[in-house]
C-alpha cells in the first residue's frame, strides 16, 4: 500500500504498523461497526429518565414564555415557547411513566 510520498524505510514502518491494527479483531470490529448517524437513536431517546428538578424548571420556563407571549406577542417568545413545550411535555410524561411503574 505505497502511496509515493515517504521515504522507503519510513513506507515500511507504517505497513508493519497497519498489519499489526488489522490483526486486532477487537479494534476491527469496532472500526467496522462505528457509524455516525444523523438520526436520534430512538432507544437512548426512549430511555431518557428526566428528573423531578428538570421537569419542574421545564414548566416553569413554559409558563413563563407562555405568559410573556400572551403580554408582548414578540414572536421571538411564542417561537421559543413553541420549542420548549415539546420538550416539557415529553419530560413530564417520562417522569409520570417512572413515578407509575413503581
Partial sequence: MSIGRLPE????????VERALSRDRRLD??????????????????????????????????VTLLVTGIVTSAPGVIWAFAAVWPVTLFASFRLLCRWTEG
Fill in 29 to 62: 470490529r469496532r472500526l467496522r461497526t462505528l457509524r455516525l448517524s444523523r438520526r436520534p437513536d430512538p432507544t437512548r431517546l426512549l430511555s431518557y429518565r428526566p428528573r423531578t428538578l428538570t421537569v419542574l424548571l421545564l414548566l416553569v420556563l413554559s
Fill in 9 to 16: 524505510h519510513e513506507q515500511r514502518i507504517l505497513d508493519e
